[in-house]
T-cell receptor, first 113, second 110 residues
């Protein structure tokens, strides 16, 4: 148990669907992150939030829309995804933005049909 | 951030020490070496980090060469549950973007 909970663990969606991934951290951390891990590829940073404010968007397509209503919750809204978006989506948190170790959730395994 | 190089895979017998090497020959003076591992179907887990001195915690030891161009992660008594992909990352204190490589797939054999 890392203190970071992601739901759902698995998700299958069609290309016209709209779905959301949820992440909650119980660690009192101030920074939260979305990462994408495709098969046989390194982790890729997608979005970064610090004190609920987005500080980084690593050229992620607009079909991925993050939301951070407070420091404990992070969402990733998905719409009109492509099959190549199938991947493991990982949420992480850290105490603050600089030099702190990351705590990861178990991820959502997403399949886009 | 400095690039790190790790062997793609390694085996180790259960109960023996697992020594995972990492080369980071271009590391700069203020870049830390971080180690994470990712067990199948889970998110990465922080193991240990260091700057110049050797470090030890309840999970592992980190040995950094004097010139800081390479390091070794040591799991002193490997168990089957240590089977995972181990990532070595050189990380500047002011840059939160960990640059992940392919890591080393460590397989612990009974």
């Amino acid at each position: 148990e890392t203190g970071v909970t992601q739901t759902p663990r698995h998700l299958v969606m069609g290309m016209t669907n709209k779905k959301s991934l949820k992440c909650e951290q119980h660690l009192g951390h101030n920074a939260m992150y979305w990462y994408k891990q495709s098969a046989k590829k390194p982790l890729e940073l997608m979005f970064v939030y610090n004190f609920k404010e987005q500080t980084e968007n690593n050229s992620v397509p607009s079909r991925f829309s993050p939301e951070c209503p407070n420091s404990s919750h992070l969402f990733l809204h998905l719409h009109t995804l492509q099959p190549e978006d199938s991947a493991l989506y990982l949420c992480a948190s850290s105490q603050d933005l600089w030099g702190e170790k990351l705590f990861f959730g178990s991820g959502t395994q997403l399949s886009v049909l | 951030d400095a690039k790190t190089t790790q062997p793609p895979s390694m085996d180790c017998a259960e109960g023996r020490a697992a020594n995972l090497p990492c080369n980071h020959s271009t590391i700069s003076g203020n870049e830390y070496v971080y180690w994470y591992r990712q067990i199948h179907s889970q998110g990465p887990q922080y193991i240990i980090h260091g700057l110049k001195n050797n470090e030890t915690n309840e999970m592992a030891s980190l040995i950094i060469t004097e010139d800081r161009k390479s390091s070794t992660l040591i799991l002193p008594h490997a168990t089957l549950r240590d089977t995972a992909v181990y990532y070595c990352i050189a990380f500047m204190d002011s840059n939160y973007q960990l640059i992940w490589g392919a890591g080393t797939k460590l397989i612990i054999k009974p």
